[in-house]
């Protein structure tokens, strides 16, 4: 299944359609499967309050087009416009809060990707930056993972993730390294600064220059056998941190 063009997006699935119309996002024309179930009502109701065309197919229409899961539901979509960073940067300040950032150093697999733009959207992190090459980008896969969490996360695609630092580092905010191997745990350090946390890639965590810049790492402490966690399920208790400290 491929996206149409470069100016268009397919989703595909309950919520990532639903979530769609509901923020706005200028949308083509919705898809339904004739043999469409009660949920699919919602989504047909506020489709028709926006003005949105509907169009009905078949079960192979979905199953030829996109991944499993397709759950009969399909939008053809203006693409999500991604900020620059100085966009993302002022963001906090218009809000009146501390900034917090993720950024992705090559997450290439598009499920943890979604995953953590899931997790970005929950713990009120003002933004997400990865880079243009060697990541997932935002894609069909990212949306469905994401469960319609990517409409709502601000987005910044840059060249280089070590330029976005060097800006963040010159506004004083502080940049936190996720690490196995580090000797300081998550419960070691104020998290209630300015910060960016960088996450590393799947397989090879972060990459030597970009640890080099952060100002610090961390580790999630483990007593299980297995030493080693998913990046999204890292990157949600890494996230989920920040807040309860900003919460006390």
């Not at 416009?81 to 900034?99: N, Q």
């Not at 993972?145 to 976005?164: C, P, R």
Request: glycine share 8%.
């Amino acid at each position: 299944m491929r996206d149409k063009g470069d100016k268009e997006l397919w989703l595909y699935g309950l919520n990532p359609v639903l979530e769609a119309v509901k923020s706005g996002r200028k949308i083509t024309s919705i898809y339904i499967s004739k043999q469409r179930h009660e949920q699919t009502q919602k989504i047909i109701g506020l489709a028709k309050e926006h003005g949105v065309r509907i169009e009905f197919a078949d079960k192979e229409f979905f199953d030829s087009k996109f991944h499993k899961g397709h759950q009969g539901v399909a939008a053809l979509v203006e693409k999500k416009r991604v900020l620059s960073i100085d966009e993302l940067l002022a963001i906090p300040e218009k809000r009146g809060e501390t900034p917090f950032f993720l950024i992705l150093d090559l997450i290439e697999d598009p499920r943890n990707f979604g995953a953590i733009l899931r997790v970005a959207d929950a713990a009120g992190v003002h933004g997400v930056v990865f880079q243009s090459h060697r990541s997932a980008g935002v894609t069909s896969l990212v949306s469905k993972a994401s469960a319609g969490a990517l409409e709502y996360v601000n987005l910044v695609e840059v060249v280089n993730i070590k330029h976005a630092i060097e800006k963040m580092k010159k506004l004083d905010i502080t940049i936190i390294g996720a690490e196995a191997d580090s000797e300081l745990t998550i419960w070691d350090v104020d998290m209630k600064v300015p910060l960016a946390v960088v996450i590393g890639s799947e397989g090879e965590g972060l990459r030597r220059t970009v640890k080099e810049m952060c100002d610090f790492t961390v580790n999630l402490p483990m007593r299980g056998t297995v030493n080693s966690l998913n990046v999204s399920v890292a990157t949600g208790i890494l996230a989920y941190e920040v807040m309860r400290q900003r919460l006390k």
